[in-house]
């Protein structure tokens, strides 16, 4: 769910009229805070506390008293006087105080562990843009990220940004992550917030009863995982889903790779790739050996197969225009059109869309839904995605820094995963596969493009955290070795 700052307001009224004291959830929101922080950040490091004097700073202090348990030294940076702050969280630095560090600040990258820095100088109830002496800590904390190399955590949502329409205010904080607490902001997704917000995790708290809600979603662990079942433990290959994947061709055999790579990494029990003659023999040797290679003299000879699911379009290229139209048109199951096969779609008109005999599962880059639209401009990637799966039946996964998920008749979708690392060739041929997969284990187009979406982008999480890669360095094959990792983070209930 994803609300607007009144309502955000009205519920935090509503739960606290129903008894439930501010201190346990400013007490829960800190603790989720510290959790989210080590998420990110395994090695204990600096912790830099910026605050105002409202319950964010509170949530702050909670959080860095966690943290200063688990070996993080602390630093705090406050725009107030200590009589100015909040009675609550004037009670929760008292707590802290013994183990913040004393002595001027070195703003300087720590030699031993991360420097990282909470953003809390303004809460909610705050409008306009940022006044001194806030605006000299927010610029102070771009200075740091930018030239010390401080990871910035926001609390609730990056300070100068507002919380609705998502416009940044001048200064506006930088963050890496943004810790939405209990459900994310509407301004949190608003495509002009996306560089000041960064990463979304949302916080949730169990105090706070929504009820139901209807409008647009943050996709989240604990809420995916309940449509996600533990396998039975006498589950066989022939449970799990025969996937055939159309992909590559001579001179993108990589393409092929990753979208089978990423079908087996998603769970399929059976995976098989349907190769023409002319790259037969060379995708023969360049697939894992778990996948069947076989030799089909046209793509449509997969309906001669028994298949569960199919992925089509990664590096196939547009030689076989008319059959790939009659796939996309005529398989019976569930099928991932993507890359080749959605320009492919583009050109030839949206009709074949219309007439599919099985539920579709479309996965374009951000140059591709442009293609599919004719060539109109994306302005606002949520409102596309919506006006597109009104007019054509299909689930629509628009790619990109903040993944878009649409079906008619069903909320919008955000998924919050990921970073600018995955911005290279091959990550969403992995995608292709592992919603494949998924789509061959039961899941609808729905829950396998949300599923998806969140794994892959939770798996270049992990490359980088625990992989040891950076967003320079990260590879499709970063994601494919983390999935495992991805698929257990998914059950954990990470952010």
């Not at 805070?33 to 912790?47: D, E, K, S, V």
């Not at 909040?86 to 009670?91: F, H, I, K, N």
């Not at 909470?118 to 001194?132: K, M, N, Q």
């Amino acid at each position: 769910m994803i609300l607007s700052r009144e309502a955000m307001q009205a519920l935090e009224a509503r739960t606290i009229a129903r008894g439930i004291a501010a201190d346990v959830l400013m007490e829960t929101a800190g603790a989720k805070l510290a959790r989210c922080i080590t998420q990110f950040h395994p090695q204990p490091g600096l912790l830099v506390c910026s605050t105002g004097k409202g319950h964010n700073a509170g949530d702050a202090f909670v959080a860095a008293r966690h943290l200063s348990s688990a070996g993080w030294r602390v630093l705090v940076r406050s725009a107030f006087d200590l009589p100015d702050l909040a009675p609550l969280s004037r009670q929760k630095f008292d707590l802290l105080r013994p183990a913040v560090l004393r002595g001027p600040f070195q703003p300087s990258v720590p030699r031993e562990g991360p420097l990282v820095q909470l953003d809390a100088l303004v809460g909610l109830g705050a409008r306009g843009p940022l006044r001194e002496p806030l605006a000299s800590l927010a610029l102070e904390m771009n200075t740091l990220r930018r030239e010390a190399g401080a990871h910035t955590v926001a609390v609730d949502f990056p300070s100068g940004l507002d919380p609705d329409t998502g416009t940044p205010g001048d200064p506006c904080v930088m963050a890496d992550v943004t810790a939405a607490i209990g459900f994310a902001k509407t301004g949190l997704v608003a495509d002009a917030a996306t560089d000041h917000v960064g990463r979304i995790a949302v916080l949730e708290i169990p105090d706070f009863a929504a009820g139901e809600h209807g409008g647009p979603e943050m996709l989240t662990a604990a809420a995916l995982r309940r449509h996600w079942p533990p396998r039975a433990f006498d589950t066989n290959k022939g449970m799990c889903g025969r996937v055939v994947i159309l992909a590559g061709s001579r001179g993108t055999l990589g393409a092929a790779y990753f979208a089978t790579a990423g079908a087996v990494r998603g769970g399929a029990g059976l995976v098989s790739l349907g190769a023409l003659p002319d790259a037969y023999e060379l995708l023969a040797t360049k697939v894992m050996p778990e996948v069947m290679v076989r030799p089909f003299k046209q793509l449509t000879d997969v309906f001669t197969l028994p298949v569960d699911a199919i992925g089509i379009g990664p590096g196939l290229g547009t030689g076989s225009e008319a059959r790939t139209l009659r796939i996309v048109r005529e398989a019976p199951c569930p099928t991932v059109v993507d890359a080749d096969a959605l320009t492919i779609v583009a050109h030839a008109g949206l009709q074949h869309l219309d007439q599919a005999k099985g539920p579709r599962l479309l996965t374009p880059h951000p140059g591709e839904m442009t293609r599919l639209l004719a060539g109109k401009k994306i302005k606002d990637r949520a409102a596309v995605a919506r006006q597109f799966t009104d007019r054509h039946p299909v689930t629509l996964l628009l790619k990109g820094a903040r993944t878009v998920i649409a079906e008619k008749g069903r909320p919008l979708r955000y998924n919050p995963t990921g970073h600018p690392g995955m911005a290279t060739g091959g990550m969403g041929d992995v995608l292709t596969g592992v919603c494949s997969a998924l789509l061959g284990q039961g899941a609808d187009t729905y829950l396998a493009a949300s599923i998806g979406a969140w794994v892959c982008g939770r798996a270049a999480d992990i490359a980088i955290v625990r992989g040891g890669q950076s967003v320079e360095s990260m590879a499709p094959a970063d994601v494919l070795e983390n999935l495992g990792r991805a698929f257990d983070s998914l059950r954990a209930g990470d952010f």
